[in-house]
């Protein structure tokens, strides 16, 4: 299914959860089977299998698509949640959203030092949340790999922001892309040249040796 078909399955809400802003409904994406399952082949072929140890996923709706990606990935799912809805120790964050602020947590004894994470989430909007999530995971001394959204709002330039560096990059336009990846700069890039795609992500090439 290509990314038209994706895009045209989603659902605008208008003025929810609040006056102004246009809720971008999942629902019937997750509801159709083929839509789902290309989403989430989509996002494990681009990273590829053994480049992750754990897959943190953001409350809620990015609990849905980390975990069958987490799945696919013989990897181990983290939920990020709000403040408040983890049971054990935690460490947090605050963030600021495109209308409003909020506080995410994460468990202290999820990630171990050196572990690789790629964070899901279902939008990136401002880009306040993945910044936020990026910060609990480096806090505990794992490393962000990446950052798989199904959606970005590009007009909040939420890719123009480096989530562990707040560092502004890129360009944005007044539209959503759809199926945005981010992934890490190599070894010797600056942390500036880390953007996010709006681009349904690259097959990997496998070659022979």
């Known amino acids: 299914m290509d990314i038209s078909k994706l895009k045209a399955i989603i659902r605008d809400v208008p003025d929810f959860p609040q006056a102004g802003v246009v809720f971008k409904d999942i629902t019937p994406l997750l509801a159709d089977p083929l839509a789902f399952s290309t989403v989430i082949d989509l996002i494990v072929v681009h990273f590829g299998r053994g480049s992750v140890d754990k897959v943190v996923g953001i409350e ?35 963030y600021e959203l495109e209308y409003g602020s909020e506080t995410l947590e994460i468990h202290t004894d999820a990630l171990g030092p050196g572990e690789r994470v790629l964070i899901v989430d279902d939008v990136l909007a401002t880009g306040g949340t993945a910044r936020a999530t990026a910060s609990l995971v480096e806090g505990l001394g794992a490393k962000v790999i990446g950052i798989a959204c199904l959606i970005e709002l590009e007009f909040l330039k939420g890719s123009r922001t480096d ?20 992934a890490p700069p190599p070894p010797d890039t600056p942390r500036t040249a880390w953007r996010c795609t709006g681009r349904p992500p690259p097959r990997r090439r496998r070659t022979r040796g």
């Open 163 to 182: 989530p562990t560096s707040g560092t502004r990059i890129g360009r944005g336009t007044r539209r959503p892309s759809y199926l945005s990846s981010c």
């Open 60 to 94: 809620a709706r990015g609990f849905i698509l980390a975990s069958p990606v987490a799945y696919h990935f013989g990897a181990g799912f983290v939920p990020v949640r709000k403040a408040g809805k983890l049971p054990w120790e935690t460490t947090s964050a605050q």
